[in-house]
């Protein structure tokens, strides 16, 4: 991917800096909010969810499944209307002017748009007119980015026979045709192995490098952290924290101990509450989690007042601080993906 550092600076540059509030961050959400009212009743898929995302930031939405992401990267992409707050991209308002906004952005979507019976070269280029560019700007601007990403030597190859991690890098170049200056990627490694998954991450990481602001949704933990350097992690429509990733381990990243009796102890948890260091004690049926930031000596405390409840201490199992132990001390709740791998882009 050499030399496209340049280039997506200077497409910053051309657009005059971003419209009317040129020099202001590339994405600004303001009490954003989408009510769904769906037959079966209203579902408040978005919550008042505020953002702040800087021109050449790589930052992330992290959250479970059915936390509101795709929804609020469809405001942001004009493709939800908002029922309330408000949104800029690229200093233009989603809701007011839709058309300024798409013509400064790029979109990969979790499923393939490919026209899979269109040779390789051809769906690059025709996404190029489509947008607006001449035949001939959209022909010179596929062939780079057919070598930026590695598919020169599929160029004539039918979309349909492209394996999954070079369909996911060609569905990346479409997007970046016309040289957006905010690229949204909505779950982009959804439903491929792990290999092409580390593979991805490499050329996300490289046009990260080369100035591309950066939008991700992923409900991958390892993903956000090993990409995004600032990440917002959302729960049932709510931003329920956003800051780096290790300044979120640091604020939030207890470690959290879960220990499993034989017989429900009803004296550890208020035993366990008086510790110095505890945040947080849950119990359910024998299990007791405790989040706290001095785990030293636990162990032992755990065996004792269970004993002196009868209870005999079966298992324990300890989360260090890591992005799930962040989620669970601000949800209470073990993080869960549950569709994760389910879907697939091809
Ligand atoms: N068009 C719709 N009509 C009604 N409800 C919807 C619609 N789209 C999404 N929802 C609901 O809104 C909530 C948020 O969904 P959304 O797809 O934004 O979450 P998500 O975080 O992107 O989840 P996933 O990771 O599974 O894609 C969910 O409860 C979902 O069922």
């Known amino acids: 991917m050499s030399g496209q550092a340049v280039e997506v600076r200077r497409a910053g540059h051309e657009s005059g800096g971003g419209g009317p509030a040129g020099g202001t961050a590339a994405i600004e959400a303001r009490g954003l909010r989408k ?16 953002l702040e995302v800087g021109r050449g930031e790589f930052f992330g ?20 209307t908002p029922t309330g707050g408000s949104a800029r991209v690229s ?19 979790q499923f393939n748009t490919l026209d899979r019976e269109l040779s390789v070269i051809d769906n690059l280029e025709f996404r190029g007119r489509y947008v607006g560019m001449s035949r001939a700007a959209a022909r010179a601007r596929a062939e780079h980015l057919l070598e ?8 004539d190859a039918e979309a349909a026979q492209l394996s999954g991690g070079q369909m996911r890098r060609m569905m990346i170049a479409r997007t970046l045709i016309n040289r957006p200056e905010v690229l949204f990627l ?15 991450w490499g050329v996300l990481r490289e046009m990260h490098a080369s100035g591309q602001t950066v939008l991700l949704t992923t409900h991958h933990l390892d993903e956000a952290e090993a990409l995004c350097e600032r990440v917002a992690i959302i729960d049932k429509g709510v931003v329920l924290a956003c800051d780096s990733v290790e300044a979120l381990k640091k604020a939030h990243g ?18 366990l509450r008086r510790r110095e260091g505890v945040r947080a004690v849950t119990a359910t049926g024998g299990q007791v989690r405790v989040v706290t930031t001095r785990p030293e000596g636990l162990l032992r405390e755990l ?17 260090r601080p890591s992005l799930e132990s962040v989620f669970l001390a601000l949800t209470g709740r073990e993080y869960r993906n549950d569709h994760a791998g389910h879907r697939s882009a091809r």
């Open 35 to 50: 009510t769904y009212t769906p037959p079966s009743g209203e579902v408040h898929a978005v919550q008042g969810v505020d």
């Open 254 to 271: 207890d470690t959290v101990i879960t220990a499993t009796y034989d017989v429900e102890p009803p004296g550890v948890p208020e035993a």
């Open 303 to 319: 065996i004792d007042a269970g004993a002196a409840d009868g209870a005999d201490l079966l298992d324990i199992t300890t989360l």
């Open 148 to 155: 930026q990403f590695d598919l020169a030597d599929r160029r």
């Open 61 to 80: 939405l992290l959250g479970p499944n059915g936390a509101g992401k795709s929804t609020t990267i469809g405001m942001l992409t004009t493709l939800v």
């Open 186 to 200: 909505d779950e982009p490694t959804a439903g491929i192995d792990p290999q092409t998954r580390i593979n991805l």
């Open 91 to 109: 200093g233009f308002d989603v809701a007011r002017d839709p058309l300024e906004v798409k013509r400064r952005i790029g979109v990969m979507g």
